[in-house]
């Protein structure tokens, strides 16, 4: 019911005020709180019921076509009847408070509990499921007629408030388009051929429209370190790096490293250096105790082509050397698109570009490390981005508006 | 060094309360103290020492009482210098307690510009967040004692706290759903870390609505506050103990510990030249 929020004398008379407010019903009196709590909860058992009727919400462009009427009718009602009760009460903080802390509440659970746990509920996760979807409904819905409401005039604390909640709603609005619109597909590059073919997560094949061959794989790896172990769970690492003359105390024992070989093959009888891509960092260690040498020996963290080795010092108490860690890994790839061929370089935090398509380092072969024969891509198209990414920097606008505001308010 | 003069300055906040210059000089050679600590840090490491849980408290031990000293002399109060300095002092002490394996390796995905100001801005606004909770425990726990209600007034510093955190947080949040765009192609994926990202700003932004709506009670928004450190300390700490932390990419510590013992348990099951 759409009531106005001063209504006339002439409506009713002053003195039968009281009495009225007594005998107004649920929905007549003014709306706060417990009508948010109402609104909220019988659409958190819409969505369980719906849940359960028809399972996961499938993500196609008629559901959120369905999602965004709401959303729209909320702020073409609150520009329509600003003054209303209802409008009111449907932009403003009672319902965006209550509607906030349940969506909140059901991220709390999908933070405390596996997925392993929602796949035995029948969800792909919590995040594709009704209630929660329903409940985000009521969040956007809310967000949406505070808009519409504080869009006009354009004040400056307006213009703040806008930016701040137009471009959460622009955010919403764009990660809901890339759920639905989204494309990801992988696909393993080998150096002999020129592939075309990905495979989504479902195992479904995608032909893109250029093809991919691996020119090179590189790796680079971080030197490694050094630890004593006296089990596998009971191991104290070191922090330098085995360099040839590093010297580092652990758990009470000298350890000096005489030679290193960043990457070294072993002969049978001791290693020697190598420039294989299957090679495997070797170091001479020296291990003493109160100035005593104890221990002396190669030590690898070993690879296909070279053993593992480790170092016993005392009964129970072994130098190892860790595995190096990943530093940078690269694949330098040929694509080709109708008779235009061209190379591109992809690596992690560096995706490149191919039209819509962004393309991303996402595995290799693991056990043969920088020897690996292909590597994996990832390939996205997300229509939704640039939506997503509008959406942000207003926020971060709106962020740094407040920061100035926050410090800059004096007491 | 840090952690004696932060106390030091503590107690002269409390005993000379009419020379708070002192307490400011003593705040000052624990933030350049601990302040020059972490560069030598940075400098011995070589990269930003960013990547571990020992790591950031280190920087926020060293941004709680930078913050409360800057906005103390900003509002011209002192009314957060001893919980900020005690709070700086616990870090410290914990950090003192339990060490950090130091490493210098830093994860490819790590390797990114936003790496350092998605960080940093984090712990500057889990450094003014944490503060406000603080002082809205600390003006509560007075109120008790002197048997009052909790003023509005008492809580109208942790507030303004909040009103710098919270952007702060908001910028970390958007910082790190662009770098996860970069490294891994989504800017969103509902990681454990990401959902209680979500949740701490959640709790803030919904502690700023009610204090918008009900500036009048205090007692609430202070409960509000204390509910939402909780929450942070969830996404800081707490997300890495859950039955979800093996599902997240963000928990680089417990990665790099496996890592090791994976290492270790690789040599010696594979150990055919273990006598040399």
Not at chain 1, 234 to 253: F, N, P, T
Not at chain 1, 309 to 333: D, I, Q, W, Y
Not at chain 2, 102 to 108: F, G, I, Q, R
Request: aromatic share 10%.
């Amino acid at each position: 019911m759409i009531r106005t929020l001063k209504p006339s004398h002439e409506e009713k008379p002053k003195q039968s005020q009281a009495s009225d407010a007594v005998q107004k019903g649920f929905w007549e009196g003014k709306l706060g709180y417990a009508h948010s709590w109402l609104v909220v909860m019988t659409t958190l058992c819409m969505g369980t019921v719906l849940h359960l009727v028809s399972g996961p919400a499938p993500s196609n462009p008629l559901v959120l076509g369905v999602f965004g009427l709401p959303l729209a009718a909320a702020a073409v009602f609150v520009r329509l009847k600003r003054h209303s009760e209802t409008a009111q009460w449907l932009a403003g903080i009672p319902l965006a408070v209550v509607s906030t802390a349940v969506a909140l509440a059901l991220a709390l659970f999908g933070g405390v509990l596996p997925s392993s746990f929602w796949n035995s509920i029948g969800l792909p996760s919590l995040w594709a499921s009704w209630p929660f979807l329903m409940v985000s409904l009521v969040v956007g819905t809310n967000l949406s007629a505070a808009v519409a409401k504080r869009a006009w005039p354009m004040t400056r604390q307006n213009a703040l408030f806008l930016m701040s909640h137009l471009g959460l709603l622009i955010t919403m609005a764009g990660g809901a388009l890339s759920s639905v619109f989204i494309e990801r597909c992988r696909i393993a590059i080998f150096p002999d051929v020129a592939l075309n073919k990905a495979q989504t997560e479902r195992g479904e094949d995608v032909e893109l429209p250029f093809s991919l061959r691996l020119k090179e794989f590189t790796m680079e790896n971080f030197p490694p370190t050094l630890s004593v172990a006296h089990s596998a769970d009971d191991i104290k690492s070191g922090s330098h790096y085995a360099e040839r003359g590093m010297k580092e105390k652990i758990r009470g024992l000298d350890l000096e490293v005489l030679q290193h070989i960043p990457k070294a093959v072993y002969d049978g009888k001791t290693f020697k250096e190598m420039p294989w891509k299957t090679a495997a960092p070797a170091s001479l260690v020296r291990v003493s105790r109160d100035g005593m040498k104890i221990a002396e020996g190669w030590v690898t963290s070993g690879s296909v082509d070279v053993p593992a080795t480790l170092l016993p010092v005392t009964e129970g108490e072994v130098v190892v050397m860790n595995a190096p860690k990943p530093k940078r890994f690269h694949s330098l790839v040929e694509l080709t698109e109708g008779k235009e061929t061209r190379e591109l370089d992809v690596e992690v935090n560096s995706p490149a570009r191919v039209g819509e398509w962004q393309v991303y380092q996402i595995s290799y072969d693991e056990e043969l490390g920088a020897a690996s024969q292909y590597s994996v891509l990832e390939l996205i198209r997300d229509r939704g981005v640039p939506v997503v990414f509008f959406g942000m920097f207003l926020v971060v606008l709106a962020a740094c508006w407040h920061l100035w505001e926050g410090v800059g308010v004096k007491k | 060094m840090g952690l004696g003069a932060w106390l030091l300055a503590s107690g002269s906040y409390v005993a000379w309360r009419k020379k708070p210059w002192i307490g400011d000089i003593l705040m000052m050679i624990g933030i350049l103290s601990v302040g020059l600590m972490m560069g030598v840090m940075w400098a011995s490491l070589g990269r930003p020492p960013l990547r571990t849980l020992g790591e950031t408290r280190w920087w926020y031990a060293l941004c709680v009482p930078t913050l409360g000293l800057l906005i103390g002399w900003r509002f011209n109060t002192r009314a957060m210098a001893v919980p900020a300095c005690l709070m700086g002092a616990l870090f410290v002490a914990i950090n003192l307690a339990k060490p950090d394996a130091m490493d210098k390796t830093l994860a490819p995905a790590l390797q990114s510009p936003w790496f350092v100001p998605h960080v940093v801005v984090y712990m500057l606004a889990y450094a003014a967040l944490g503060l406000s909770s603080v002082l809205a425990a600390w003006e509560w726990g007075k109120a008790l004692k002197e048997k009052r209600a909790l003023a509005v007034e008492d809580t109208d510093l942790a507030h303004r706290f909040v009103l710098v955190g919270l952007p702060l947080l908001t910028l970390g949040l958007i910082f790190g759903a662009f770098w996860a765009k970069e490294a891994w192609g989504h800017y969103w994926t509902w990681d454990p870390k990401e959902t209680w990202a979500l949740l701490s700003w959640g709790a803030y932004l919904t502690y700023l609505h009610v204090r918008a709506r009900h500036a009048l009670k205090p007692a609430l928004n202070a409960s509000l506050l204390i509910v939402g450190f909780a929450v942070l300390m969830g996404c800081w700490f707490g997300v890495n103990y859950l039955p979800t932390a093996q599902e997240s990419v963000h928990t680089y510590t417990r990665m790099y510990e496996e890592s090791a013992a994976a290492s270790t348990a690789d040599q010696k099951t594979a150990d055919p030249m273990s006598a040399n």
